[in-house]
């Protein structure tokens, strides 16, 4: 998009599909880990767990695959999160755009481990040298080695929020409220992520609490794009008069 095209194009437009992008974000993520992996996997248990997996291979390759939609989405809600907060701060916004950038790669990356799991647990001709037990325990490690990357993932976005949440918060035309969820949301995950490297056990007591404010800000924020949207009339005194920009 040029600079001519960002003018013709009201925001409130920009929040509408953000707001939509964000909600397939939230449900294909609670889908792909709380629906499919918090059920299939089994704590401490590899043998269960690959049994959970080859039953339900089909369901574990669909949760794969709506993981990576979930982060397609995240390209273009990234570029809608700097077009509507750069008025406040370009470089700032941008530096947001970077951190997201780098965790969505990260976690992109990180599916492979889901995808290695599979391969150990259901073997294969490369595989004949490890007998079942060994295949079933390579799976859950990497299993194990997702976590950690998911782990790593969410430093960056805990540093995304909290620098989106400082944007909003002094935007004017995003409430203050949301802004301050969203914050609270980078310190939430960067606590959990942190916890996991240094301390795991630790981490464990920590969930899943500390992922709830994080889900009320997320939610919050995405209701908010697609329902309420900016304040038509302090963008207009944020960013002064522009041609295009109407209150639709």
């Known amino acids: 998009m040029n600079a001519d095209q960002n003018a013709e194009t009201p925001?409130?437009?920009y929040t509408r599909i953000g707001g939509l992008l964000y909600l397939v974000i939230i449900a294909a993520g609670m889908f792909a880990e709380l629906f499919v992996r918090g059920k299939l996997v089994v704590p401490g248990n590899p043998a269960a767990t690959?049994?959970?997996i080859m039953t339900h291979e089909l369901l574990w390759r669909i949760s794969i695959a709506t993981d990576l939609v979930m982060h397609i989405c995240d390209v273009p809600l990234m570029l809608i999160f700097f077009i509507l907060l750069r008025p406040v701060n370009?470089?700032?916004a941008l530096l947001a755009l970077l951190f997201n950038?780098?965790?969505?790669a990260v976690l992109v990356a990180n599916k492979l481990n889901l995808l290695t799991a599979l391969f150990a647990i259901t073997g294969g001709a490369n595989l004949k040298a490890f007998d079942v037990k060994q295949l079933y325990d390579l799976g859950y490690?990497?299993?194990h080695l997702h976590d950690y990357g998911f782990g790593v993932g969410l430093i960056f976005f805990g540093f995304t929020c909290l620098?989106?949440?400082y944007l909003i918060a002094r935007s004017g035309y995003l409430p203050r409220a949301l802004g301050i969820l969203m914050q609270i949301a980078g310190v939430c995950y960067l606590?959990?992520?942190?916890?996991?490297?240094?301390d795991?056990?630790?981490a464990g007591r920590m969930f899943p609490f500390v992922l709830l404010p994080p889900f009320i800000a997320e939610l919050s924020l995405c209701l908010w794009l697609l329902l309420k949207g900016v304040d038509m009339e302090k963008w207009r005194a944020r960013i002064g008069p522009r041609p295009g920009y109407t209150s639709a």
Do not use: E, H, M, R
Not at 101 to 104: C, D, E, R
Not at 191 to 198: G, H, K, Q, R, V
């Open 141 to 143: 490690n990497a299993l």
């Open 50 to 52: 690959a049994n959970n």
């Open 90 to 92: 370009k470089d700032i």
């Open 163 to 165: 620098i989106v949440g």
């Open 200 to 202: 795991p056990s630790f």
């Open 101 to 104: 950038l780098i965790q969505t």
């Open 11 to 13: 925001p409130q437009t």
């Open 191 to 198: 606590a959990n992520s942190f916890a996991l490297i240094i």
